[in-house]
């Protein structure tokens, strides 16, 4: 990730089933404040695109250095006001659920720091705690957490200062502390891999660019980025670990990924990990540039529970009268098992007929019908379309003597479209 002075100025989605008892929605990280071209804070949480964004940098900090924050072209931290400004703008993504942190950057001649005392200062200036001798650097806004994007300087204390910083929060009964990193694909990290060894880290987006051996192949080849993304996910203890990706050719030096080969090959082959979080775009900036973010999301969010419905129907009256219903929904016997080609039948169960018919409950973001020649996503004018959320029509039949087809005079029907 580059740091910018402050004068500077500026799958298709493939069907993905989750085979188990709940799901998990992938979100969208980016990267804000290196580029004053980008627009404010709040107008990239009011896109409705990112659930975690990351103020980008603090980049002074360490032993015998005075702390100050870089946001380019956003705010003078020198100034009367210095970023306090800022403070409205986090606010009001917090107001939408968006968790907003701050990025300490390390680069190459950083110095080493002193792990509790950096914890405190960060702890009284950013997040639940209070300074009684400086001005909090961006107003009376509590972050949500601190990002290490450590790239240089020191490989040492920063798994000390991630315990320090969670047992702030721990102690002061205060709000979850999140600890997240940004590290480069080689595993091991050079600079931050052993902190991250110590399971105090919530999210990992690791920076899959600008690493030709682990990134993917301008060719479209897959199969380092496959490789890596197995390595980390199998061998770093974080809740979930993100892909790490330029939001733009201009973003990075290599390692871009058009949108429809995320969607139809890179996504496909890493969204079945449990770790799995979705996905980290650097930067802000450069996703105003090409909209990478809105052309994926839906791809990227993209969880879904699908089975067969049992539906039961009773009727306790005559021909020709209006119907009692009463409907029942279980599990299908077949379990958890992808449908591959879902279709509706009757069984007899005692006095009544019970209909399967396929249905499709949607969890968090999810999108997607088991009905791929339908519903896959389509490619206009070259930018990915997903499908919007749907289920299907929902056809009722109410018991009468004769079994199906034999609808007419003995079976009453009652459709309902749902729609979201």
Request: proline share 7%.
């Amino acid at each position: 990730m580059a740091l910018k002075s402050p004068i500077s100025v500026t799958f298709l989605c493939l069907v993905l089933l989750a085979l188990a008892n709940g799901s998990y929605a992938g979100k969208i990280t980016t990267y804000w404040g290196q580029n004053g071209d980008e627009g404010t804070l709040a107008e990239a949480c009011a896109t409705g695109n990112y659930d975690y964004v990351i103020i980008a940098f603090l980049p002074t900090f360490g032993k015998g250095q005075t702390p100050m924050i870089n946001l380019a072209g956003h705010c003078d931290p020198h100034s009367n006001d210095g970023c306090t400004g800022l403070s409205s703008d986090i606010k009001s993504c917090q107001a939408k659920g968006i968790k907003v942190l701050l990025s300490l950057r390390g680069d190459v001649g950083s110095p080493s720091i002193d792990p509790s005392q950096a914890a405190t200062y960060l702890w009284n200036n950013f997040l639940g705690g209070h300074s009684s001798t400086t001005r909090r650097p961006l107003g009376s806004a509590v972050l949500d957490g601190i990002d290490f994007d450590i790239e240089g300087g020191s490989n040492k204390h920063w798994g000390d200062l991630a315990r320090i910083l969670k047992g702030y929060g721990m102690a002061k009964q205060s709000k979850k502390v999140y600890i997240t990193a940004a590290p480069q694909c080689p595993f091991p990290d050079a600079w931050i891999g052993n902190a991250l060894t110590t399971g105090l880290f919530d999210f990992v987006w690791v920076q899959f660019y600008n690493n030709p051996p682990c990134q993917y192949n301008s060719s479209g080849a897959i199969s380092n980025l496959e490789d890596a993304w197995k390595q980390w996910i199998t061998s770093i203890p974080a809740n979930k670990i993100f892909l790490g990706l330029p939001a733009s050719p201009l973003a990075a030096g290599s390692g871009f990924i058009p949108s429809a080969d995320l969607i139809s090959n890179v996504l496909p082959a890493i969204k079945g990990s449990s770790k799995y979080g979705g996905v980290m775009l650097w930067s802000r900036y450069y996703d105003v540039l090409s909209g990478y973010s809105s052309s994926i999301k839906n791809c990227v969010h993209m969880w879904k529970t699908i089975y067969l419905a049992r539906e039961v129907e009773f009727n306790s009256l005559g021909p020709g009268q209006p119907s009692i219903m009463s409907n029942k929904k279980e599990r299908s016997p077949m379990g958890w098992a992808p449908l591959q080609s879902p279709k509706e039948h009757y069984k007899r169960e005692k006095d009544s007929w019970v209909l399967w018919r396929p249905l499709v409950y949607l969890t968090g973001y999810a999108t997607w019908s088991d009905l791929r020649a339908t519903f896959l996503p389509t490619l206009k004018n070259n930018e990915v379309h997903c499908p919007k959320p749907w289920t299907f029509l929902a056809t009722r039949y109410v018991h009468r003597p004769a079994p199906p087809p034999a609808f007419v005079g003995q079976w009453q029907t009652e459709a309902t479209i749902v729609s979201l």
